[in-house]
């Protein structure tokens, strides 16, 4: 019986083989064409073990779709995923995780022994508790206790999953947005968006198969945030605007019409085939498969961001206005984009690093993303996306049960980095719906029950979409690299 694995092991080795360009830029002399010549040799011998047919040409196996959807490992709960990705990190103790202890002993000296060997960011150890300014209730058949802050998520009570117990091992923005993001909190590796991609293609014909979208003020990670380090170019991560052309020049200049467009790829795609078949360079065939994709988009682009075919109700209900850059455009999008066939669409809004007021901050954070997250999840499950698409809600950590206060900066009443334990939100694509998973102890400090790493999270998405995390692998500089490096667990109480 084949190995199933081996068609990826087959790709792999070809990609390592076609770098072989490399050496004849440096000039490295003889020993370059007996190391080619042993490579060649041996993928060979692995293609002629994976069919009895003649092996096709090393072109045209790179110049293949390389997002072609693609079978899971096992069956799968999920289809796709959102990740609305809170970047600078919202306070948990403020909206989904209720201390009534803090109420107690607000404004007294959290106890030493709480803090001992906690590294800050900004606050001293000795800082005061201080407890959240919002009411919390309980809703829902579930009862899910949700703040008063978020009046439009607790609508959405029973469809949700909300952790109580994340942790990660990162205390500063843009390492802890990476490794949530990566795996790593070292630059170069590939993101989630990209793995899931290289796992299971795409089926979006006529949209890049991996979106992100932003709105508030950028990410502290930057694009390494979806980058597709040592992965081919084809499953990077393709940044969209939500206003004027999604991609900058996708609009024919005038006078330029789409014969001698097309006349001018054919060019283009001629002249870049022949390349590949004279150096074998994957990233080629990633130029090739961009311009087509480049061209298919022009008229599918402006499609997706066309509110006009969207109802009145619903663009109310996201609180969407076609043409503005928002946080609620942006969910509307993702909707239309997983709608397309996109495997994989991250929406960032960076906005919830509240070291000052985290109360008055949090009213207009809120106001801003309560509504359309809520929304989203309305929408998808009323057109029947939300039982095969899982939408994931959180930051890169949570805040501390302490104040910040630092007259010198102006800051007051505010809250700092908090790596220890944080809460998410999740819904759709195979999660258990109305369910509250971990606990964190009676201060919210540490993480009391159930706790989730970053790497835990990485592999249970993973698994709600029919990918084994230990076996989605890529082999990079001598070894076998995947998503959650060399930990995580699928978190199996979380599945329905």
């Known amino acids: 019986m084949q190995d199933p694995n081996l068609d990826r092991r087959i790709q792999q080795l070809k ?45 045209a196996t790179l110049g293949k779709n390389p ?28 909206l989904l995780d209720y201390k009534p202890t803090l109420v107690k002993f607000d404004g007294k000296p959290i106890p030493a022994d709480f803090v001992k060997n906690q590294r800050y960011a900004f606050i001293e150890k000795n800082a005061n ?14 009862g899910q206790e949700i703040s008063e ?9 029973d469809d949700i999953t909300i952790v109580r117990s994340v942790h990660t091992d990162q205390f500063n923005h843009a390492p802890a947005q990476i490794l949530l993001n990566t ?10 968006g990209s793995w899931v991609t290289y796992g299971l293609g795409s ?62 790829l054919d060019l283009l795609q001629t002249l870049n085939k022949e390349r590949l078949d004279a150096v074998g360079d994957p990233e080629i065939a990633t130029r090739i498969n ?14 997706l961001i066309d509110f006009s075919k969207e109802s009145k109700e619903t663009l109310e209900m996201y609180g969407a206005e076609p043409g503005k850059a928002s946080f609620a455009n942006n969910c509307l999008l993702a909707r239309r984009l997983v709608e397309r066939g996109v495997r994989f669409v991250n929406l960032y809004h960076e906005a919830w690093d509240h070291h000052s007021d985290v109360a008055g901050g949090l009213k207009v954070t809120c106001g801003d993303t309560d509504k359309p997250a809520a929304a989203l999840v309305k929408d998808l499950k009323q057109r029947g996306l939300l039982e095969d698409t899982l939408v994931v809600w959180g930051g890169e950590f949570g805040r501390t049960p302490m104040v910040e206060t630092n007259p010198a900066i102006g800051r007051a009443m505010g809250r700092d980095h908090h790596p220890v334990a944080y809460s998410m939100w999740m819904a759709g694509g195979g999660m258990k719906a109305g369910y ?13 029950k159930d706790g989730v790493h970053t790497h835990d999270l990485q592999a249970t998405i993973l698994a709600l979409l029919g990918l084994d995390h230990t076996k989605l692998t890529y082999h990079f500089q001598g070894r076998d690299f995947r998503l959650t490096d060399v930990a995580g667990n699928v978190i199996k109480e979380l599945m329905a």
């Open 15 to 59: 990609e390592r083989i076609t770098r072989r360009h490399f050496f004849h830029e440096c000039g490295v002399g003889v020993g370059k064409m007996a190391l080619a010549s042993l490579l060649v040799s041996a993928a060979g011998k692995l293609a002629s073990q994976s069919s009895t047919a003649n092996a096709a040409p090393l072109s």
């Open 67 to 94: 997002l072609a959807p693609k079978p899971p490992m096992f069956p799968a709960k999920a289809k796709r995923v959102i990740y609305l990705f809170m970047a600078g990190a919202p306070s948990q103790l403020d």
């Open 129 to 142: 508790l201080m407890a959240s300014r919002f009411k919390f209730a309980k809703h829902g058949k579930s």
């Open 149 to 157: 802050v978020m009046p439009h998520l607790a609508t959405i009570a």
């Open 183 to 192: 795996g790593s909190s070292q630059l170069g590796r590939p993101s989630m």
């Open 203 to 264: 089926e979006a014909a006529d949209l890049p198969a991996f979106v992100v979208l932003t709105s508030g003020h950028g990410t502290s990670g930057g694009p390494a945030n979806w980058g597709c380090g040592f992965l081919p170019t084809s499953y990077q991560g393709v940044l969209l605007r939500s206003q004027g052309d999604p991609i900058l020049d996708v609009t024919d200049p005038k006078g330029f019409d789409k014969k001698l467009q097309r006349d001018s």
């Open 290 to 303: 961009a311009y087509e994709l480049a061209y298919r988009m022009q008229s599918s682009a402006p499609d």
């Open 436 to 448: 509250t998973h971990g606990e964190t102890d009676e201060l919210g400090f540490r993480i009391a």
